[in-house]
């Protein structure tokens, strides 16, 4: 008789989004060297052996955290481009909705995670896709000396605006905040590609 295989547990999809939830949390309070397993696991209200379950270590909860995060931003920014093509309007939809869903994974993603020794790098390759976005925006309205600043600043402002907008803004008005940062974001490229200071009032 053939030997067979020990079949694997499943593993529970709502469990592994909660532990990632609170890991998140932990991570974006504590930072990755101050926070243990045991941690994540007591804000999951579970034990650190569920925890491991689903995550081979601590390291490797971490870069799911990110990987989460920035998985769902690329799903809803292509959708948001099949519909508005590079409108700014969509960009900030796509960002805002994240940091509504998953505020600390969006904060680790975008600020904590550049500033961990073991994931500047990685956190760098996420940063690079996005940036490449904002190329694609501003790329035929200036000259190519200029694309790559304007590039990062562009990603920069949009990124720095809804942490503040989560930090400060009214959920309720989420859709007046896009609304307001498109046309923000329109008018400065348009400014970039004026090449001209405004008129002092």
């Given at each position: 008789?053939?030997?067979?295989?020990?079949?694997?547990?499943?593993?529970?999809?709502?469990?592994?989004?909660?532990?990632?939830?609170?890991?998140?949390?932990?991570?974006?309070?504590?930072?990755?060297?101050?926070?243990?397993?045991?941690?994540?696991?007591?804000?999951?209200?579970?034990?650190?052996?569920?925890?491991?379950?689903?995550?081979?270590?601590?390291?490797?909860?971490?870069?799911?955290?990110?990987?989460?995060?920035?998985?769902?931003?690329?799903?809803?920014?292509?959708?948001?481009?099949?519909?508005?093509?590079?409108?700014?309007?969509?960009?900030?939809?796509?960002?805002?909705?994240?940091?509504?869903?998953?505020?600390?994974?969006?904060?680790?993603?975008?600020?904590?995670?550049?500033?961990?020794?073991?994931?500047?790098?990685?956190?760098?390759?996420?940063?690079?896709?996005?940036?490449?976005?904002?190329?694609?925006?501003?790329?035929?309205?200036?000259?190519?000396?200029?694309?790559?600043?304007?590039?990062?600043?562009?990603?920069?402002?949009?990124?720095?605006?809804?942490?503040?907008?989560?930090?400060?803004?009214?959920?309720?008005?989420?859709?007046?905040?896009?609304?307001?940062?498109?046309?923000?974001?329109?008018?400065?490229?348009?400014?970039?590609?004026a090449g001209e200071p405004p008129a002092r009032a």
């Open positions: 008789m053939a030997n067979v295989a020990p079949v694997r547990p499943q593993r529970d999809p709502a469990r592994r989004a909660a532990i990632l939830a609170a890991a998140a949390r932990v991570f974006a309070g504590s930072g990755y060297a101050a926070t243990a397993v045991d941690d994540v696991a007591a804000a999951a209200g579970i034990t650190k052996l569920i925890v491991y379950r689903h995550f081979e270590s601590k390291e490797a909860l971490y870069r799911a955290v990110l990987e989460g995060v920035f998985q769902r931003q690329a799903e809803l920014f292509v959708r948001h481009m099949e519909r508005e093509g590079l409108r700014a309007g969509g960009t900030t939809r796509a960002l805002l909705t994240v940091g509504r869903e998953s505020p600390d994974g969006f904060r680790l993603l975008w600020r904590h995670a550049a500033r961990e020794p073991q994931f500047a790098d990685y956190a760098s390759q996420f940063r690079a896709v996005a940036v490449r976005a904002a190329r694609a925006v501003v790329t035929p309205f200036l000259p190519p000396e200029l694309v790559e600043w304007a590039a990062q600043t562009l990603f920069d402002h949009l990124v720095d605006a809804v942490l503040n907008w989560l930090d400060h803004g009214d959920r309720a008005l989420d859709d007046d905040f896009v609304a307001r940062e498109a046309a923000a974001l329109q008018a400065t490229v348009a400014a970039w590609a």
